[in-house]
């Protein structure tokens, strides 16, 4: 079998029985593309040799490409051999015989103050002078303004995904309990709760404002247009309240959501609630958080504990030194 047709049939066979995002199958099929286009398309399956893994890793980082982004498509790799095995036309996978050593980058999260996140939480209701009423289509001015402010305050609450929140349809909102049902990554589900009477009267109004809308379909958020708002309509949306809010730099989606990890833990949050509520699978993935807190925490006592404002004179045997 020819690498193309393997790849064809991965992702027609792996993507068919087996739930994952769209957007890891998209990643799927760039890597995949990208790695055939180095092999060759014509090249035998077979015969693609741990050598050729080591050059393609070797190609990448020459390249330009992060060792996140390396590992990213080398996991790909090793599901595509992987499936292949179990269907019997590899006898091993050629991933089993190297041993992929990129150095592990420590990149802290970004994150916004809690000052440029009230900025920017204002700046968005500022867009809404009036809340829109029954018979508002999406293409309004008023229920735009009242949509990106219904995204920001969803963002910041939850801390949920960029795409978690497009994904969103009417029926996850549970009135009664204040909170979302979110289909979170790897098919896992998860409730994201809403923590204030703000947030949660914001999106009462909206779900009210948006279920009187008929446009054949359940999407929670919508575009100008009528149809679902995609990441980067919300991404856009967010930069240009960002801009008239006088934040001097680009703001993401995903910055809110580091913004709610660190400022939970920087509250005093336990780890294990801020794992749940950002729909971490392993800790390991929430504690890089920690380091943040961390240097708050540090930053806060040098500055206001009594030790750096108290003179100590000390016996000999530590020197002369006063501190």
């Not at 909102?173 to 914001?202: E, H, S």
Request: proline fraction near 4%.
């Amino acid at each position: 079998m020819q690498l193309y047709q393997a790849v064809e049939s991965f992702l027609s066979g792996y993507f068919s029985t087996c739930q994952r995002s769209h957007k890891t199958q998209t990643a799927y099929t760039i890597d995949l593309g990208q790695f055939t286009a180095r092999m060759g398309s014509q090249v035998p399956l077979e015969v693609i040799a741990p050598d050729l893994l080591e050059q393609w890793a070797k190609a990448l980082t020459a390249s330009g490409y992060a060792a996140v982004s390396v590992r990213r498509k080398f996991a790909a790799l090793r599901v595509f051999f992987s499936y292949w095995v179990r269907r019997g036309s590899l006898t091993a996978s050629p991933l089993l015989r190297i041993k992929l050593d990129l150095s592990t980058e420590r990149r802290l999260p970004r994150a916004l103050s809690s000052s440029d996140a009230q900025r920017l939480l204002e700046r968005a209701w500022i867009e809404v002078p009036v809340l829109p009423t029954d018979g508002v289509q999406p293409h309004d001015r008023g229920f735009i303004a009242f949509r990106n402010a219904t995204s920001l305050e969803i963002l910041f609450a939850t801390g949920v995904r960029v795409g978690e929140l497009v994904s969103l349809d009417l029926g996850a909102w549970n009135d009664a309990d204040g909170a979302f049902i979110i289909q979170g990554k790897g098919a896992r589900q998860r409730v994201a709760v809403l923590p204030d009477a703000r947030t949660t009267d914001c999106v009462r109004s909206y779900v009210k404002c948006r279920s009187v809308m008929d446009l054949g379909h359940s999407a929670l958020l919508v575009n100008a247009s009528g149809k679902r708002l995609s990441a980067q309509g919300v991404a856009r949306a967010l930069n240009g309240v960002a801009v008239k809010s006088g934040i001097d730099r680009k703001i993401t989606p995903h910055m809110l959501r580091h913004t709610v990890a660190t400022l939970l833990l920087r509250h005093g949050a336990d780890i294990r609630v801020v794992q749940e509520v950002l729909g971490h699978s392993s800790i390991t993935m929430t504690e890089r958080y920690t380091h943040v807190s961390n240097e708050h925490l540090r930053s806060t006592l040098t500055a206001h504990h009594p030790n750096n404002h108290l003179v100590i004179r000390r016996p000999n045997m530590f020197g002369p030194t006063t501190y």
